[in-house]
T-cell receptor, first 113, second 113 residues
Framework: EPEVTQTPSHQVTQMGQEVILRCVPISNHLYFYWYRQILGQKVEFLVSFYNNEISEKSEIFDDQFSVERPDGSNFTLKIRSTKLEDSAMYFC???????????FGPGTRLLVL | DQQVKQNSPSLSVQEGRISILNCDYTNSMFDYFLWYKKYPAEGPTFLISISSIKDKNEDGRFTVFLNKSAKHLSLHIVPSQPGDSAVYFCAASVPGSQGNLIFGKGTKLSVKP
């Protein structure tokens, strides 16, 4: 069964460093998403992406964040200058259409020291 | 701002019995609801969904009920199995959004043999 994959599974970085989290969505899906879950809190929407453009973003998705689909398969989330409060699980998801079910990857656990 | 609430952080059920997981929401404009299951170190896995035009949707052992007047939905698992032990998230699709899902905090279900 097709699945969303994410790399790395864990990332430890120093505050102020840039990180890039990678995702390979399900191959025939056209809509892509990033969510995050801070330990003990809810899963929170960050951004949706379609046709090489951001469709929607939340208040969390400030100028430190960016997304890109650099080739036909990868979908990346970049955090330019990490802060301690960026420590969280980051989940990528994809769907056939924005109104269709979103399928999630296993997540990347980011720890900012 | 808890638009989607899961007020029970945990639930313990005996194998073979029914598990009932509850979810309340505050925004009457929500029109599509989903349940996800999450095992430790994995991403959320889609279980079942329901549109606001329905009051029930069934898929095998899983049934979701929607009570729009009460702004309440529930997930029934019958019969419960030890493999169902996981965290269950209720999510609502923000109307008019491009895939923004609002998640509850989750309920940890433990099914005891």
């Amino acid at each position: 069964e097709p699945e969303v994959t994410q790399t790395p599974s864990h990332q430890v970085t120093q505050m102020g460093q840039e990180v890039i989290l990678r995702c390979v969505p399900i191959s025939n899906h056209l809509y892509f998403y990033w969510y995050r879950q801070i330990l003990g809190q809810k899963v929170e929407f960050l951004v949706s992406f379609y046709n090489n453009e951001i469709s929607e973003k939340s208040e969390i998705f400030d100028d430190q964040f960016s997304v890109e689909r650099p080739d036909g398969s990868n979908f990346t989330l970049k955090i330019r200058s990490t802060k301690l409060e960026d420590s969280a699980m980051y989940f990528c998801a994809s769907s056939l259409d924005w109104a269709e079910t979103q399928y999630f990857g296993p997540g990347t656990r980011l720890l900012v020291l | 701002d808890q638009q989607v609430k899961q007020n029970s952080p945990s639930l313990s059920v005996q194998e073979g019995r029914i598990s009932i997981l509850n979810c309340d929401y505050t925004n009457s404009m929500f029109d599509y609801f989903l349940w996800y299951k999450k095992y430790p170190a994995e991403g959320p896995t889609f279980l079942i969904s329901i549109s606001s035009i329905k009051d029930k949707n069934e898929d095998g052992r899983f049934t979701v009920f929607l009570n729009k007047s009460a702004k309440h939905l529930s997930l029934h698992i019958v019969p419960s199995q030890p493999g169902d032990s996981a965290v269950y998230f209720c999510a609502a699709s923000v109307p008019g959004s491009q895939g923004n899902l609002i998640f509850g905090k989750g309920t940890k279900l433990s099914v005891k043999p």
